[in-house]
């Protein structure tokens, strides 16, 4: 440390490297502090502060004079006030603060009492040669500067800023988040490694044929290629976004939009010689050129681009995206552990992805592991030591896709494949192979040969492929894919609960615990018959015409949209009947067995099925089923159904819904449910099931019938009011219609308050208990009174008595007091205004203006009174005539 002073004359004062005090007094002075932290005195005079290397440290300048003073900064090759006022700030005083860098260390100069503003180019020396020079930063953060030339500047590692001024400069930031300014003239930003960490160019001009970034080094072969990797900050900002070793490799646009770029702005490479292009262990973006390039990313969630030329990627572990660019290129895979990657750009008329690695033999097997993404992406998902691993195809779907876009495995030799203790895809090849899953969900894909699959543990899938092979699953919830009558299905019992998916006509073997037996595609068109064995199966076809065969077992069979023959075979099986001409095929002696129909089904005679039913209860779809000659339990659902018994004693349920049911020929029992039901009886020992509050509920008899006691029925009524044959019909307790037709009926109302109707012919209506309403229709007709009497609980009405035909029959077990059968004598009837009889010998009393009849034990007696029974129309000609005791 120095202090260091002038005198009146002009002066060249230089410090020391450490932090020196100079003061240049009177004169025009020259001051130098070189290194160290000094403060720097101009005194009067016009006086120079000069730099002339990098590492000055941190200097201030306390009397600096503007429009006097100058500051040299020609040696640094500042070249303008425009490249230097970018490195120009204030401090917390208020100073202007001029802030570099070099080797790493912050060199400053601050100007005290000068504000930043006041600062122009006339207070400083800049350089104003116009020779090249290359310039070398430090593996260190420095600040460096080109001049007027055509420079070179190379930033080395280290965060730096380099700033070219003007000239046709060259830029190379190379490793550390570089700050890059070219400065006038037409400026090139060299990229010649793949780790340069964050840069930012500021300045970048678009005019055509100035500025450009050079990428030939990375093996950018054009603009298509590099604009994936384009996008843009929250600022606006263009923003080039690369990778190496783990590391975010970018470049952002300071001022510039992604949209404003085009190939214009870039240097790319040009050379078709072929390349190989390796990534390392971590995540890596790679470029090949115009060539037949190879390259490989290793381990890490890369980025290959192959970019022109006929290209081979192979991304090897990672979630990888792979672009395979202009030109015929493959997507090659050599391992099973290849995580999740995506290809975009995949060209199904030129690309391939190469599975021959893998042991995959054709397209057939592979097909079975391709699926759509939600974007509908297709997508192959296979796995290995449980993982998922899977290729999506970013713009092409499942359909696309054929064995043209694949490399399959032509080896004929036979392979021993096996996996790992956890999930794992394997491949059989072309040859007689052995594929064996250990633990773990495995799926086993053989393909052309005569294979074995052994699963073992877990919950495995095994595919046959084309050859007649051996599968065995072992313990666990195994599938099974047969496509090959010779494919061989072994499971022990308690193995788990298994399945098999056939292509074709297969029959499960004896001895094989599977419990369900079914074609692979439920929409699927092919005539594919199955057949189980002697356990219990559940057996499905598939949209086509079927033949399922249960066999031996409690079995489930399901025969899809097709017109199917559903053979259960012995045991208690159940049949799904989806369509109206499926062939239920059941014997005697095979079995409790139940038909579950989706769509109206009449059973065919001789079929020994024990429940006919809808598939759903709560089902509201109008499904109407029939049985045959043989007893059925048939049951509907909540909708409107007709229900049929046949000829058989049966028993039917409609459920919710305004059902009509129709027990046939036998003993049936009929139960309508919720709803307005219809019930048809045609046997007198048919029984009908209603209960309370279950809606308006009619039963029509083609035969004589009795309402069994505490059935809620609100019609009781003959099957055709035309119809002209004798049926006689009883209610129960309550209240019911009694209809009849234009036969001879003979209708009971019974309990409750009835309504008796006898249409046509000459019918005996019988009241029985309650007030009841009776109206004879046409013909003969005999209203019965033969139940105790009450004037406020048992008094009927009848509506259309005539008394040129009709007749009132009166039950002298009743009425006592009537005397001996046959017409009742003059001397017993009577009819009046007052409604009382007129001596002792009147027993049925007419009151002329109300029509009401009664019945009086002892006449004008006092010791009776009469009993309102009947009431007829007002006003007829009633005589003794129309009335007959019984």
């Known amino acids: 440390m120095a202090i260091i002073d002038g005198d009146s004359g002009n002066n060249p004062l230089n410090g020391t490297n450490s932090g020196d005090t100079i003061d240049g007094k009177a004169g025009n002075d020259i001051i130098n502090g070189f290194g160290g932290n000094d403060t720097l005195i101009g005194g009067d005079g016009s006086d120079i502060f000069a730099y002339t290397t990098r590492e ?28 230097l006022k970018r490195f120009i700030s204030s401090d917390s005083l208020g100073n202007a603060v001029i802030t570099f860098a070099f080797y790493g260390s912050t060199e400053s100069i601050t100007l005290r009492g000068i504000n930043q503003a006041w600062l122009t180019g006339g207070n400083f020396i800049f350089n104003s040669s116009t020779a090249a020079r290359t310039v070398e930063g430090t593996n260190y953060r420095d600040v460096l500067f080109g001049g007027n030339g055509n420079d070179t500047l190379n930033g080395y590692s280290g965060n730096d800023t380099l700033s070219g001024g003007a000239g046709n400069d060259q830029l190379h930031g190379q490793e550390g988040d570089d700050t890059l300014i070219g400065g006038a003239g037409n400026d090139v930003y060299l990229y010649a490694a793949r780790d340069f960490d964050r840069d930012t160019i500021e ?65 790319f490479n040009s050379s078709s010689t072929a390349l190989s292009v390796e990534g390392t262990s971590y995540r890596d973006v790679l470029f090949g050129g115009n060539g037949n390039d190879a390259l490989t990313g290793y381990s890490g969630n890369d980025v290959l681009s192959g970019g022109g030329g006929n290209d081979q990627l192979l991304g090897m572990d990672g979630d990888d995206t792979l672009i395979g660019g202009a030109g015929n290129d493959v997507y090659l895979y050599t391992a099973r552990d290849f995580d999740r990657d995506t290809i975009e750009g995949f060209s199904t008329a030129s690309d391939k992805i190469d599975l021959s690695a893998l042991w995959v033999a054709d397209f057939t097997t592979l097909s079975r592991f391709i699926t759509n993404d939600a974007s509908g992406n297709a997508v192959i998902t296979l796995g290995f030591y449980g993982n998922t691993e899977s290729i999506t195809l970013k713009g092409v779907s499942r359909a696309q896709l054929s064995a043209a876009s694949f490399i399959f495995n032509t080896n004929s030799a036979g392979l021993t494949v096996e996996g790992t203790g956890y999930r794992d895809v394997l491949f059989g090849g072309n040859g007689t192979d052995t594929l064996t899953g250990y633990s773990g969900d495995d799926t086993l894909a053989s393909g052309n040969g005569n294979d074995r699959l052994i699963g073992l543990s877990g919950n495995d899938t095994l595919i046959g492929g084309f050859g007649a092979d051996r599968m065995e699953g ?45 074609t692979t595609s439920m929409a699927g068109a092919a005539a594919i018959n199955l057949s189980g064995n002697e356990f219990a199966q559940r057996i499905s076809g598939n949209a086509g015409r079927n033949y399922l065969n249960g066999g031996g077992g409690n079995d ?61 209860i709560a089902g509201t779809v109008a499904i109407n089923l029939t049985g045959n000659e043989l007893a059925q339990r048939i049951n509907g659902n909540n909708g409107v159904n007709v229900l049929n018994g046949g000829s058989g004693n049966d028993t039917l349920y409609g459920f919710n819904g305004n059902d009509t049911l129709n027990g046939g020929i036998g003993i049936d029992v009929l139960a309508g449910g919720y709803g307005n039901d219809r019930l ?58 009694v209809i009849g037709n234009n036969g001879v009926n003979r209708l009971y109302g019974n309990g409750g308050n009835d309504t008796l109707n006898g249409n046509g012919g000459n019918d005996v209506l019988f009241g029985g208990v309650g007030n009841d309403r009776l109206t004879g229709g046409a013909g003969s007709d005999y209203f019965v009174f033969n139940t105790a009497l009450s004037s406020w609980s048992n008094v009927d009405r009848i509506t259309d008595f005539n008394v040129a035909a009709d007749t009132i029959q009166l039950d002298n077990a009743v009425m006592a007091a009537l005397g001996g059968t046959g017409t009742l004598s003059a001397a017993k009837f009577w009819k009046s205004t007052a409604g009382v009889a007129h001596d002792a010998d009147d027993r049925i009393i007419y009151d002329i203006d109300t029509g009401r009849l009664f019945y009086d034990a002892d006449g004008s007696g006092s010791k009776y009174y009469g009993v309102h029974f009947a009431t007829l129309a007002p006003n007829l000609a009633l005589t003794n005539y129309d009335f007959q005791v019984i």
Do not use: P
């Open 56 to 83: 000055f440290d941190n200097d201030t300048i306390t009397d600096f004079q503007r429009g006097v003073d100058r500051i040299d900064l020609s040696a640094l090759n500042i070249a303008d006030f425009e490249t």
């Open 203 to 267: 300045g970048f001009s678009l005019t055509a044929n100035t500025d450009k970034i050079d990428l030939t080094a990375l093996n950018v072969a054009d603009f298509t290629t590099l604009k994936r990797f384009i996008s843009s900050d929250s600022l606006g900002n263009a923003v080039i976004s690369l990778g190496f070793y783990g590391n975010a490799e970018s470049i952002t646009l300071k001022g510039v939009a992604a949209s404003q770029l085009s190939a214009a702005n870039f240097i």
């Open 474 to 518: 072992g313990t666990g919830n195994d599938i099974y894919y047969v496509d090959n009558v010779g494919d061989q299905v072994i499971e022990a019992a308690e193995s788990g609960t298994d399945t098999v998916l056939a292509t074709l006509s297969y029959a499960l073997a004896a001895g094989q615990h599977v419990e369900t037996l079914a």
């Open 556 to 616: 489930t069979l399901i025969g899809g949209a097709g017109i199917d023959t559903l053979n259960g075979g012995t045991g208690n099986d159940t049949l799904y009947v989806d369509n109206a001409g499926d062939i239920i095929v059941e014997v005697a002696g095979g079995g409790t067995d139940t038909a579950l129909a989706s769509v109206s089904y009449t059973l065919a005679a001789g079929r020994h099925i024990e429940l006919l039913a809808t598939t759903s």
């Open 680 to 737: 048809y009886v045609d046997s007198s020992a048919d029984r009908v099931v209603e209960t309370y509050g279950q809606g308006t509920d009619s039963v029509f008899a083609s035969v004589h019938y009795t309402l069994a006691a505490g059935q809620s029925v609100e019609i009781v009524a003959t099957t055709s009011v035309a119809g002209t044959g004798t049926i006689n019909l009883a209610g129960n307790e309550l209240a019911q219609q």
